[in-house]
């Protein structure tokens, strides 16, 4: 049986990120760090062998892909299923916002009942069922291949509790770096875990000569 090796990777950073900002499917580029980030991670990958990559439809992963595509020659696939969870009247504001506004809310948020849903947006069923399906049907039409997935930090969460079997209300103890390079496998069995939050190329100042 062959698999489908993938690299995940969350965006890089933009201002909403720093801010604590909740972005969900609003439309937020990257800030210049994030764009740092991007540059970087294409020449941590730009020798690896991608039979396609495919984004987000979201300008700030759909950016952080493009800077992949463009040292490998390759086109960006957009996919609106790959998009951020949808939080409704959450976006736009802060943590501490959500906190003081909407306390009921931001406890049942807090706990990760999976079922709570911010008004106008997703739960965290909704959200699993959505990240799945569609990371399934795109690796399933690149068997034996590698494949590049660039999304956001819920969509990376997904992936990490599908790959290791934890249910959603799971406590996370891994972490969601932007441009982090995330390695999986999946096969009709379902999706296992290679690597995971793999940030050497932030870490290499050598990459800032070679990018400028």
Known sequence: MQVTRILA????????????????HTDIDLNDQGRLQARRLALALRDESLAAIYASDLSRARATAQAVAD????????????????????EGLTWAEIEAQHPEEAL?????????????????????????????ALASRHAGEQIMIVAHGGVLDILY???TRLDLQAPRTWELPNTAVNRLLWSPEGLSLVGWADTTHLQDAGLDEQSA
């Open 9 to 24: 990777v969350r965006h890089g950073e933009t201002a909403w990120n720093r801010d604590t900002r909740i972005q969900g």
């Open 108 to 136: 049942a948020w807090r706990k990760r009942h999976p079922e709570f849903a911010p008004p106008g947006g997703e739960s965290l069923l909704q959200l699993r069922e959505r990240i799945v399906s569609t990371v399934q």
């Open 71 to 90: 040292l490998q020659g390759q086109a960006v696939q957009t996919h609106p299923g790959l998009r951020e969870r949808r939080f409704g009247r959450f």
């Open 161 to 163: 509790r599908a790959s």
